[in-house]
């Protein structure tokens, strides 16, 4: 017979979780709603302040999946009387959830074509000759890569031609150091880059979306580079810094590696027909996203290039069935709803005012805090999740203390984007830890050290490089 | 008399291995390594995939099994390392890899091979953690009648 001598609590606790969670929720709820409202608040403020605790606590706890707790939130708005039941399901139909059900369209078309692991192959066969060389091709081919598509498919996508890379060099998982290192490489070269763009994530065009939906104000696919990339860019070379001193390099030749992809290469053939038209579409929207998305708008074009791919018969339903979770249109949709449910309900610039009233807070000063609570909060929830939660309270705080929005948004989204320690804040780097190569702890300290430095890196930017843009804080 | 040495992908110490090959040349016993397969690990990150990266099912479908292959091929890298160590000092040798959770198919593996002493791992687990989930090599003493050697890390 088996005895569990662990604390009463703790046993109960694991057992009945996902319920406790469930009854405390309710409890919360019920609490709320049913509280005198406070002065400056709104019931319906009150109501739309009961449905965002339930929410942040379920994408935190995650004993639902996010999808559904974003579903969750649309029925609740009109059920509590918050909006109604029109405005809650119009929400589904904005415009970011079609512009990124778009790019993921796209994105699975140059994933089942090959054609993302044909750039792959061919930036990291140019890598240089020498095993920091090849790290350093690792980490930035999987951050141009994540410029273009979701970051974590890029790291899924790069994953097991990293694994060849590590048996061709006969790397001992968990012993060898170079080992960690690539792939470190491959995660935090993911990571950072996919905020460069509207493409790494889903994160960016739902905080646009949001940002849209509640001010008007838009911020364009070429105008969120320019803001980020020297951000991107500094974080790279960090990144490569922390990862050759944290895993110092233990192999004297990576011929074999070199071998490895050559092969690989030249076993790819001939770009196809396919690759190609696939190509060209790719960098027709990403050109019309950048020079034309202001006047027909990203989701436009986005839709347009995804009808294109059918036209011409380079997908077929089946391959987007396969490659994209068309979950994304729930969590989307409930998350813009809730944002605006907090803001057009006045919950939200209530709640920023009663909690900031006594503190003395400058522009800088509230984008380095929410920029810091991003960071934070991502390393333990989804990316989306933490922009959805953050931003409605981040564009009150914008209209009350007088910030540009523009800024709040990329306080909370890129930091939201930047999560390196843990294997549970994102795909890429549980990508990384699955390999069986790398242990948690070290990914931990150096991925701490990476954090903070982004965070600062950010905050340097938004000072000192955005004024120069127009954006000033 | 049957040396169990349990391994698995998220925990391995060169010294486990060297401890049980000790006590099976002192007992002049048969050393059975059995390597356990996490696969916690990849259904977490397929999860991760589709749930917070909105990625689809195929891309997370070939990641798991090209993540079960490299922990295949590392079980059996690891069991011919051990096999040749132990043939090295006379010592008779069984290998066995299974998949699933650690605990679940070390108890099944001492269970069905007759483990007469069973030699583990203990990798360093955060207070917390073991407060919170137990710890694994704890509930295999509890589990097990046969005698069970911790190798710490």
């Not at chain 1, 803001?227 to 790279?236: D, K």
Request: glycine share 8%; proline share 3%; with cysteine.
């Amino acid at each position: 017979m088996r005895i569990d001598t662990r604390p009463l609590w703790i046993l109960i606790l694991s057992k009945s979780f996902r319920w406790l969670v469930f009854a405390a929720l309710a409890g919360v709820f019920f609490f709320i709603i049913s509280a005198p409202t406070p002065q400056g608040l709104t019931p319906q403020g009150q109501k739309a302040i009961a449905v965002f605790v339930v929410c942040v606590a379920l994408w935190v706890t995650h004993v639902l999946p996010l999808m559904i707790t974003s579903l969750l939130a649309i029925i609740l708005l009109p059920l509590l009387g918050i909006m109604d039941s029109s405005r809650a399901y119009s929400l589904f139909g904005n415009q970011a959830v079609f512009f990124i059900l778009g790019a993921f369209i796209l994105a699975a078309a140059m994933m089942k074509s090959g054609l993302s692991t044909r750039i792959t192959l061919l930036f990291l066969g140019k890598a240089g000759k020498s095993p920091k060389s090849l790290l350093l091709g690792i980490l930035s081919t999987a951050a141009f890569l994540s410029f273009w598509m979701s970051e974590h498919a890029v790291a899924a996508m790069m994953f097991p031609i990293a694994l060849e890379i590590s048996h061709g060099l006969g790397l001992s998982p968990l012993r060898s150091r170079y080992g960690k290192a690539i792939f470190m490489s491959l995660a935090w070269g993911a990571v950072v880059g996919g905020v460069a763009t509207f493409l790494g994530g889903a994160r960016a065009p739902l905080a646009v979306g949001i940002l849209e939906e509640n001010t008007g104000i838009t911020i364009g696919f070429f105008e969120w580079m320019i803001a980020i990339l020297p951000v991107v860019i500094v974080m790279l070379f960090v990144a490569y810094f922390v990862i050759t001193n944290f895993f110092r390099v233990d192999v004297d030749s990576i011929d074999k590696a070199k071998a490895i992809l050559k092969q690989k290469i030249r076993l790819k053939g001939k770009v196809s027909s396919e690759e190609r038209s696939i190509g060209i579409i790719m960098f027709l929207t990403i050109f019309g996203w950048i020079f034309f998305g202001k006047q027909f708008g990203l989701a436009n074009i986005a839709i347009a290039s995804v009808v294109l791919l059918f036209i011409f018969k380079l997908v077929k339903w089946k391959d987007i069935e396969d490659y994209v979770n068309w979950g994304i249109i729930l969590m989307y949709g409930g998350a813009i709803a809730l944002g605006y449910g907090l803001e057009s309900t006045g919950a939200a610039s209530w709640a920023v005012k009663s909690l900031l009233a006594n503190f003395d807070v400058t522009p800088l000063k509230i984008i380095m805090l929410l920029a810091i609570i991003s960071l934070v909060l991502t390393e333990g929830m989804s990316n989306a999740a933490v922009v959805a939660i953050l931003l409605p309270a981040g564009i009150s705080i914008a209209s009350v203390y007088g910030i540009d929005v523009r800024a709040i948004t990329y306080a909370v989204t890129v930091p939201a984007g930047l999560a390196f320690c843990l294997p549970m804040s994102t795909p890429s780097v549980a990508i990384a830890y699955s390999s069986g190569y790398i242990k948690m702890k070290d990914m931990i300290f150096a991925g701490a050290i990476l954090g903070l430095t982004s965070w600062a890196v950010f905050i340097l930017t938004a000072k000192y490089y955005w004024p120069l843009l127009g954006l000033k804080i | 008399m049957n040396i169990m040495l349990v391994l698995s992908t998220t925990c391995q110490i060169d010294k486990t291995k060297d401890a049980a090959l000790k006590i099976a040349k002192e007992k002049n016993g048969k050393l059975i390594t059995v390597f356990v397969l996490d696969s916690k690990i990849p259904n977490t990150v397929f999860e991760e995939l589709t749930d917070m990266g909105f990625i689809g099912e195929k891309p997370g479908v070939e990641l798991t099994e090209t993540v079960m292959r490299e922990y295949r091929k590392q079980a059996y890298e690891k069991l011919d390392e051990i096999e040749s160590d132990a043939k090295a000092k006379g010592i008779d040798f069984k290998g066995v890899v299974s998949t699933g959770a650690f605990v679940e198919e070390a108890v099944k593996a001492a269970e069905d091979l007759k483990a007469d002493v069973l030699v583990v791992p203990k990798c360093k687990e955060a207070k917390l953690w073991k407060l919170v989930f137990g710890s694994s090599v704890e509930e295999l003493k509890r589990r097990l009648r046969c005698e069970v050697v911790l190798v710490e890390e």
